[in-house]
């Protein structure tokens, strides 16, 4: 599996921004698929957005859209997520996964058993 290691989650008043790193070790992320989910207290994981291994498409949920903005940096091996305008229901642990693609991005965004490498998950919490 890959060794993935996030930072940059906390807290934040709403309309506040966050941006979460996802740096990965022992691999070149260029060739994964790489997705961020969150997970409330209570609630299923859930895709927040996603980023293709080749071509670079990207995935958002509706729930996120020109709000949050997935990015990488291949010299560092890691990948981002923008978080602006953020909103309590925003709240929860956030984690990055990584796999090879076995299907479309957009499918594997949906389905969080798709990604078999995982962060540790950083909270950002929402609140003023």
């Known amino acids: 599996q890959v060794q993935l290691v996030e930072s940059g989650g906390g807290l934040v008043q709403p309309g506040g921004s966050l941006r979460l790193s996802c740096a990965a070790s022992?691999?070149?992320?260029?060739?994964?698929?790489i997705g961020w989910f969150r997970q409330a207290p209570g609630k299923e994981r859930e895709g927040v957005s996603c980023?293709?291994?080749?071509?670079?498409?990207?995935v958002y949920a509706d729930s996120v859209k020109g709000r949050f903005t997935i990015s990488r940096d291949n010299a560092k091996n890691t990948v981002y997520l923008q978080m602006n305008s953020l909103k309590p229901e925003d709240t929860a642990v956030y984690y990055c996964?990584?796999?090879?693609?076995?299907?479309?991005?957009?499918?594997?965004?949906?389905?969080?058993?798709?990604?078999?490498?995982w962060g540790q998950g950083t909270q950002v919490t929402v609140s003023s």
């Open positions: 022992g691999v070149t992320l260029d060739y994964y698929a």
């Open positions: 996964a990584a796999e090879p693609p076995i299907t479309t991005i957009q499918t594997m965004c949906v389905v969080a058993s798709s990604f078999g490498s």
């Open positions: 980023i293709g291994s080749g071509d670079g498409s990207t």
